[in-house]
């Protein structure tokens, strides 16, 4: 365990995508749940759904009477102002998000089409425009007129917004739309969408997913779900078949503390849908993406060919997520997807560790755990202090590190606060509760939405950096694996010897 107190870094330009990644993510995973309800509503009560239902599906009755239903407005008006009010939140609070979804709606009514990339845009910037606003008269209202002014300052500027996205954003906005709805129609209509993975696969591993997946598939999966009810968009990158490939191959041929940890993260990736588990196992052997690349394109490939969808996304990117997510005459492409994703992924990363598997043993036996080794020289790629011994529970001086900082709330952060983190967060938890200590609060957020409340953050090695200019006065552990981080004894340890003293 580290107390990291560097000088903050210039960020590159990989950890500006991630950062943009991030905050795309956190405008879209804490309304998942929506996304997930508006997917049952549709696979039940459409007119080709499990059981239709007119008034909810919103077509037409038997007698001939029109509906409304709930899946057209849900899609075309909740999630877009859920989407678009978080942004605001994110970017000024419960201010910027009223204004937010006020400009927001411009937008949405002066389309035709889901205006999900609109709320992506319009949201966070009216949110931006309003503290804007607010700072040019900040501490220069007469005593008894804040109210009037805070709420006729957001109304009109609310207004005046929604005029400018009726007239200015939508268009060009449904232009831009409609011109990234073209290319994803030309990949998958002359079968070059499996290319995709060749971006997809590595931009993954360099924790680019979320700014690949949110930013850019699932607005486009949205809009062509609701043209023909599934999209194969949703499978591009959560397709859990390549991870679970990587892990055999790492179970059986891997060696050193790779191969043993391998099964277990296997349940991890697979079920529990956290692909970031995998990452570490390809920065360790580059050559590895190669064989994610073959699975991706293998099942994208398969699904293009059987006409394979979800309707919804499928977050995180568990079996179970997937295919509960499966539109119902999919399930065979979707599953067929996934094993045969798995196994191109298996049988190439196969070759290529066996292939090396000597120089691995005898790198092990010479110089330690190749693993060890691979992410020393990850970190030192980074330029920054190497976090393996920390990782592996050996740095002794890590062990002992102390800090004057009382630990009462310990955060866990990753990009978007619901996946990985809220795992590290439950065993973390478990293990305060078997040791006996009490008065500690363990929760889970996303980095962005760190503040200064938190005493002790637990970050992911490679969001670490992030994490520190977010929440600058919080002590900052790093790890790399958050279900088994030797880590967190030392967390639980340190939080005793201080409620001892």
Request: glycine share 12%; aromatic share 8%.
């Amino acid at each position: 365990m580290t107390t990291t107190s560097a000088p903050p870094v210039k960020p590159n330009a990989r950890v500006r995508v991630q950062r943009f990644g991030t905050f795309l993510s956190g405008m879209i995973m804490p309304n998942i749940a929506a996304f997930i309800a508006w997917g049952f509503i549709t696979a039940f009560f459409i007119q080709t759904g499990w059981t239709p239902v007119p008034a909810l599906g919103g077509f037409p009755s038997a007698d001939g009477t029109e509906n409304l239903g709930l899946v057209g407005p849900m899609i075309t008006y909740l999630l877009p102002l859920l989407i678009a009010n978080t942004g605001g939140r994110m970017v000024y609070g419960t201010r910027g998000g009223v204004v937010a979804s006020i400009a927001t709606m411009g937008v949405i009514v002066g389309t035709t089409i889901p205006m999900f990339i609109g709320a992506m845009i319009m949201g966070p910037l009216a949110a931006w425009l309003m503290k804007k606003v607010d700072a040019l008269w900040a501490g220069k209202i007469r005593a008894g007129f804040e109210m009037l002014v805070d709420n006729f300052s957001a109304g009109i500027l609310g207004f005046l917004l929604a005029i400018a996205g009726f007239f200015g954003m939508a268009p060009v906005v449904t232009l831009l739309s409609n011109a990234l709805g073209e290319g994803a129609r030309f990949l998958t209509e002359t079968g070059l969408l499996p290319l995709a993975s060749l971006v997809i696969e590595p931009g993954k591993v360099l924790f680019l997913n979320n700014a690949i997946n949110q930013g850019v598939l699932t607005p486009l999966g949205i809009q062509e779900a609701q043209e023909t009810g599934k999209s194969i968009l949703f499978l591009l990158e959560a397709n859990a078949g390549p991870g679970l490939g990587l892990l055999l191959a790492f179970t059986f041929f891997g060696v050193g503390i790779a191969r043993a940890s391998a099964p277990g993260a296997i349940i991890i990736q697979f079920l529990g849908g956290i692909h970031e588990i995998y990452f570490p196992y390809v920065l360790m052997k580059p050559l590895l993406i190669v064989a994610l690349i073959g699975g991706g394109m293998t099942g994208i490939a398969t699904n293009l060919l059987l006409d394979g969808g979800l309707r919804a996304p499928a977050s995180p990117g568990s079996i179970f997520a997937i295919l509960l997510q499966t539109a119902s005459d999919s399930y065979v492409s979707v599953i067929l997807s996934v094993i045969l994703s798995a196994t191109v992924t298996f049988l190439i990363a196969s070759v290529i560790l066996r292939s090396s598997r000597k120089r691995d043993l005898a790198a092990l036996e010479d110089k330690g755990d190749a693993f060890t080794s691979a992410v020393d020289q990850n970190s030192a790629n980074k330029g920054r202090e190497s976090d393996v011994s920390r990782l592996l529970g050996t740095d002794a001086a890590a062990a002992g590190a102390t800090t004057d900082v009382r630990i009462q709330n310990i955060v866990f952060a990753c990009d978007a606060g619901m996946g990985s983190s809220a795992m590290g967060a439950t065993v973390l938890r478990k293990k305060l509760k078997d040791a006996g200590v009490e008065g500690v609060t363990v929760t889970n957020k996303a980095i962005a939405n760190l503040d200064a409340d938190a005493d002790l953050v637990i970050t992911h090695q490679d969001l670490t950096p992030r994490a520190e200019q977010a929440a600058p006065g919080a002590v900052h552990v790093s790890v790399d694996n958050f279900m088994s981080s030797p880590t967190y004894d030392d967390v639980v340890q340190r939080v005793r010897a201080q409620q001892a003293q």
